[in-house]
């Protein structure tokens, strides 16, 4: 028996089928309870873990379809339109339902009827109907009418006036219960009785396309998992090939016969219909994964969902096109889902004299999406240095220095517990911050390319222009030269 | 079974090594030209298909190294996969897109991936040298990772043999180990050329040989030209011709608009240099 604390007393919220019997109800105060049975076990309510229980049910439940949407505190709402053949008509469909979600140790109560509302109020009141087609007026008539999930203040008011069956609000004319309880009502009454339809918003979003593959048996061997997927990959490859279209992201689902669900995700680069490039991202994202998909005591749904795809024309390769030997796209994939997307990046040039903006790197996944065009600098003169490091700090280090005057080049200078006698110098490159930018009031750089004794080249800069800025400007190495 | 789509692909890379210009064919072996005189030693070049092992001369600072690849990888066509683990990136610095142009590397021909440890960065560039696409990849683990050992190099030349694509393995940090290299170097920087105190010159390597399975071992040291992408014997006593005033620091920017090409480029930066 579970209780929790509401409004100053604490009350029973759920009993199991022995406190039922022995008269037990919710809402009951738990003193009294205890007052009829003083050696009850009680348990304290846990909202948070209920919830995180119904999600887990829910994405248990999208083995059905994935139109699955959890309903108030203890129910979930399944769109089963057009699936229900896939089961065996609607009567196995509501079996399946109820023997799988008991087999995992609940009580079930379920309904199957036209609208969202109605099919909810009849799994509450009178679990194990399925309504036909237009049935539901005569179906929900003699329910209650807090089936209509209704605010206590209505509710009363209803109960008041004697109107407690809903076949008794159906007889009031509709323009008087709309002048006295508002519109509110009349919505929740078409909705019972099926003449206003309300969509369910699924827990997920609803993939493009889905493959799945059933077992009679579930299946516990991970190699014929992957090469269900590769299976189910060629099938989706089939399907958008007609539709000239190609997967840009995939979402592969094991449903384990015990109530979990695991799910991988993988993206690629370009539109791509290569069923066996997918198939070897999946074979790639399996072999990275931290926990390994473990089968328990076996899969027997898996599914492959398209979540996103572009446009994807047939093209003719020619010899003397562009090479598609040179095309990264299906290394960048398999890399980007082996070591995830954030670490596979590509530069990208960006119109700003600040090194670090200027420095940015993107996704190489994401570059297809069309980049910002800024041109590079162009390689250095003859004859010249480069103008910028090869590798830059993330972060500038602080550096020691000396220097002959307080605008000029150090002398000598410690970096790393290392002193570096300066030879050559060039500067001040003098960068001001991009106040219009950021908002934030940095100090403007002197940039010094210098090389020491040895050859080895640094940029420095030092913060703050002396005098004016800052009377004590610190010095930093921001980057090496090759 | 091959596709249309492979077999074209196969057709493509024939007629590439047939055209190439830079893959010289000395035994059969396609090679990427550094330049005279390092290609008397290397019979041509840096031989494609085989793995190139880079140590760093200086303790601490690897960016000789990392430049050196960053001059493969300008001299070399085609896309370049650059593989870091996360501890070069914070001991080294970045790769900064506008330096890698400043030393005649398009930025966008490369690819990096950051790996978190040794055995990530051997990973990836496994899985870089089984596709075809990269024509360079750059592996740089950090120090000396126990899972980088004479197998684990075996492995990637053994890629490497098989796409034919140049492997670079950058060592910073590390001391040499038995390897399946066919080429072993010591990269470390030079002092480059200037008369003046206040005037660099462009960047200069010290490139000492120490392995070498083709030919002769040797130790030459290099002046880079970013703009013509080539190394030149450094001369100690620079010519007077190639000197050139002090500049100050804001030269003019090259010209921009249409994308130019390599002359064109040269002919441009002549014309600023000078």
Same mark, same amino acid.
């Given at each position: 028996?579970?209780?929790?604390?509401?409004?100053?007393?604490?009350?029973?919220?759920?009993?199991?089928?022995?406190?039922?019997?022995?008269?037990?109800?919710?809402?009951?105060?738990?003193?009294?309870?205890?007052?009829?049975?003083?050696?009850?076990?009680?348990?304290?309510?846990?909202?948070?873990?209920?919830?995180?229980?119904?999600?887990?049910?829910?994405?248990?439940?999208?083995?059905?379809?994935?139109?699955?949407?959890?309903?108030?505190?203890?129910?979930?709402?399944?769109?089963?339109?057009?699936?229900?053949?896939?089961?065996?008509?609607?009567?196995?469909?509501?079996?399946?339902?109820?023997?799988r979600i008991g087999g995992l140790g609940f009580s079930v109560q379920c309904a199957l009827a036209g609208t969202p509302r109605a099919a909810r109020a009849l799994a509450r009141w009178r679990p194990g109907q399925i309504v036909p087609a237009g049935g539901e007026e005569a179906a929900v008539r003699d329910l209650p009418v807090i089936?209509?999930?209704?605010?206590?203040?209505?509710?009363?008011?209803?109960?008041?006036?004697?109107?407690?069956?809903?076949?008794?609000?159906?007889?009031?004319?509709?323009?008087?219960?709309?002048a006295r309880f508002g519109d509110t009502l009349l919505t929740r009454l078409d909705e019972i009785t099926g003449r206003r339809d309300a969509p369910i918003s699924p827990l997920r979003p609803m993939p493009l396309h889905v493959a799945e593959r059933r077992f009679a048996d579930p299946m516990a061997d991970p190699g014929t998992a992957?090469?269900?997927?590769?299976?189910?990959?060629?099938?989706?490859?089939?399907?958008?090939?007609?539709?000239?279209?190609?997967?840009?992201?995939?979402?592969?689902?094991?449903?384990?016969?015990?109530?979990?669900?695991?799910?991988?995700?993988?993206?690629? !680069?370009? #539109?791509?219909?290569? @069923? %066996?490039?997918?198939?070897?991202?999946?074979?790639?994202? +399996?072999?990275?994964? *931290?926990? =390994?998909?473990?089968?328990?005591?076996?899969?027997?749904?898996?599914?492959?969902?398209?979540?996103?795809?572009?446009?994807?024309?047939?093209?003719?390769?020619?010899?003397?096109?562009?090479?598609?030997?040179?095309?990264?796209?299906?290394?960048?994939?398999?890399?980007?889902?082996?070591?995830?997307?954030?670490?596979?990046?590509?530069?990208?040039?960006?119109?700003?004299?600040?090194?670090?903006?200027?420095?940015?790197?993107?996704?190489?996944?994401?570059?297809?999406?069309?980049?910002? !065009?800024? #041109?590079?600098?162009? @390689? %250095?003169?003859?004859?010249?240095?480069?103008?910028?490091? +090869?590798?830059?700090? *993330?972060? =500038?280090?602080?550096?020691?220095?000396?220097?002959?005057?307080?605008?000029?080049?150090?002398?000598?200078?410690?970096?790393?517990?290392?002193?570096?006698?300066?030879?050559?110098?060039?500067?001040?490159?003098?960068?001001?911050?991009?106040?219009?930018?950021?908002?934030?009031?940095?100090?403007?750089?002197?940039?010094?390319?210098?090389?020491?004794?040895?050859?080895?080249?640094?940029?420095?800069?030092?913060?703050?222009?002396?005098?004016?800025?800052?009377?004590?400007?610190?010095?930093?190495?921001?980057?090496?030269?090759? | 079974?091959?596709?249309?789509?492979?077999?074209?692909?196969?057709?493509?890379?024939?007629?590439?090594?047939?055209?190439?210009?830079?893959?010289?064919?000395?035994?059969?072996?396609?090679?990427?030209?550094?330049?005279?005189?390092?290609?008397?030693?290397?019979?041509?070049?840096?031989?494609?298909?085989?793995?190139?092992?880079?140590?760093?001369?200086?303790?601490?600072?690897?960016?000789?190294?990392?430049?050196?690849?960053?001059?493969?990888?300008?001299?070399?066509?085609?896309?370049?996969?650059?593989?870091?683990?996360?501890?070069?990136?914070?001991?080294?610095?970045?790769?900064?897109?506008?330096?890698?142009?400043?030393?005649?590397?398009?930025?966008?021909?490369?690819?990096?991936?950051?790996?978190?440890?040794?055995?990530?960065?051997?990973?990836?560039?496994?899985?870089?040298?089984?596709?075809?696409?990269?024509?360079?990849?750059?592996?740089?683990?950090?120090?000396?990772?126990?899972?980088?050992?004479?197998?684990?190099?075996?492995?990637?030349?053994?890629?490497?043999?098989?796409?034919?694509?140049?492997?670079?393995?950058?060592?910073?940090?590390?001391?040499?180990?038995?390897?399946?290299?066919?080429?072993?170097?010591?990269?470390?920087?030079?002092?480059?050329?200037?008369?003046?105190?206040?005037?660099?010159?462009?960047?200069?390597?010290?490139?000492?040989?120490?392995?070498?399975?083709?030919?002769?071992?040797?130790?030459?040291?290099?002046?880079?030209?970013?703009?013509?992408?080539?190394?030149?014997?450094?001369?100690?006593?620079?010519?007077?011709?190639?000197?050139?005033?002090?500049?100050?620091?804001?030269?003019?920017?090259?010209?921009?608009?249409?994308?130019?090409?390599?002359?064109?480029?040269?002919?441009?930066?002549?014309?600023?240099?000078?």
């Amino acid at each position: 028996m579970v209780a929790e604390t509401r409004a100053q007393a604490r009350r029973i919220v759920a009993v199991d089928e022995e406190a039922a019997r022995c008269g037990l109800f919710p809402g009951l105060a738990l003193a009294d309870a205890r007052a009829r049975l003083p050696d009850l076990a009680v348990a304290e309510a846990d909202a948070a873990a209920d919830h995180a229980l119904l999600r887990a049910l829910a994405a248990f439940a999208e083995r059905w379809t994935p139109m699955v949407a959890p309903a108030g505190r203890r129910g979930f709402l399944i769109d089963a339109t057009g699936c229900a053949h896939l089961f065996g008509g609607e009567a196995a469909l509501l079996a399946d339902v109820h023997a799988r979600i008991g087999g995992l140790g609940f009580s079930v109560q379920c309904a199957l009827a036209g609208t969202p509302r109605a099919a909810r109020a009849l799994a509450r009141w009178r679990p194990g109907q399925i309504v036909p087609a237009g049935g539901e007026e005569a179906a929900v008539r003699d329910l209650p009418v807090i089936a209509l999930g209704l605010d206590a203040e209505t509710r009363s008011s209803l109960s008041r006036l004697g109107l407690d069956r809903i076949a008794a609000l159906l007889a009031q004319p509709r323009a008087a219960l709309a002048a006295r309880f508002g519109d509110t009502l009349l919505t929740r009454l078409d909705e019972i009785t099926g003449r206003r339809d309300a969509p369910i918003s699924p827990l997920r979003p609803m993939p493009l396309h889905v493959a799945e593959r059933r077992f009679a048996d579930p299946m516990a061997d991970p190699g014929t998992a992957l090469a269900v997927l590769a299976d189910l990959a060629r099938e989706l490859c089939r399907l958008l090939e007609r539709q000239g279209k190609g997967v840009r992201g995939l979402e592969a689902g094991f449903f384990r016969s015990d109530g979990q669900v695991r799910r991988l995700q993988t993206a690629t !680069a370009r #539109p791509t219909r290569d @069923a %066996a490039h997918l198939a070897h991202l999946f074979r790639e994202r +399996l072999a990275s994964l *931290a926990d =390994p998909l473990d089968p328990g005591f076996g899969f027997d749904v898996i599914r492959l969902a398209v979540t996103a795809c572009d446009d994807m024309p047939e093209v003719q390769p020619r010899l003397d096109g562009p090479a598609e030997a040179d095309d990264l796209a299906p290394l960048v994939d398999v890399l980007a889902t082996r070591f995830g997307a954030d670490r596979v990046m590509r530069f990208a040039a960006r119109d700003s004299h600040v090194p670090e903006a200027a420095a940015r790197t993107l996704p190489a996944q994401r570059e297809a999406a069309g980049r910002p !065009a800024a #041109p590079w600098p162009a @390689a %250095a003169p003859a004859g010249l240095p480069p103008e910028r490091p +090869l590798t830059l700090f *993330a972060r =500038p280090e602080p550096v020691e220095t000396l220097a002959e005057v307080p605008d000029g080049p150090p002398l000598r200078f410690r970096w790393r517990r290392v002193l570096h006698e300066v030879v050559h110098a060039e500067g001040p490159e003098r960068l001001a911050p991009e106040w219009w930018a950021e908002g934030v009031a940095a100090l403007s750089r002197d940039y010094f390319r210098v090389e020491d004794q040895a050859g080895l080249r640094f940029w420095l800069y030092r913060e703050g222009v002396y005098g004016r800025e800052t009377a004590r400007p610190g010095w930093f190495v921001h980057g090496l030269f090759a | 079974m091959t596709t249309p789509r492979e077999t074209l692909a196969a057709l493509r890379r024939s007629v590439a090594a047939m055209e190439s210009m830079d893959g010289l064919h000395q035994g059969g072996r396609a090679c990427l030209p550094l330049g005279e005189p390092l290609d008397g030693a290397l019979a041509g070049g840096l031989a494609c298909g085989a793995l190139h092992e880079v140590f760093c001369g200086h303790r601490g600072v690897a960016t000789a190294a990392v430049g050196f690849a960053a001059m493969v990888a300008a001299l070399a066509r085609g896309p370049v996969v650059w593989i870091r683990q996360d501890m070069a990136a914070s001991e080294t610095g970045a790769l900064h897109g506008a330096g890698c142009a400043g030393l005649g590397l398009d930025p966008d021909r490369l690819v990096l991936v950051q790996a978190r440890d040794g055995t990530g960065v051997l990973r990836a560039a496994e899985e870089a040298l089984r596709h075809h696409a990269p024509r360079l990849v750059v592996a740089e683990p950090w120090g000396e990772p126990e899972v980088l050992d004479l197998t684990a190099t075996r492995r990637l030349a053994l890629r490497a043999a098989e796409t034919g694509a140049l492997a670079l393995l950058l060592r910073p940090a590390a001391a040499p180990v038995p390897s399946a290299a066919l080429t072993r170097w010591v990269v470390s920087a030079a002092p480059s050329a200037s008369g003046r105190a206040h005037e660099l010159g462009p960047p200069v390597l010290t490139l000492d040989l120490i392995r070498n399975r083709l030919g002769p071992l040797g130790r030459w040291t290099m002046e880079w030209d970013a703009d013509a992408r080539s190394f030149a014997p450094f001369l100690r006593a620079a010519t007077p011709h190639r000197r050139l005033p002090a500049v100050p620091v804001h030269r003019p920017p090259p010209p921009r608009g249409e994308p130019l090409l390599g002359e064109e480029r040269a002919a441009t930066g002549q014309r600023i240099a000078g």
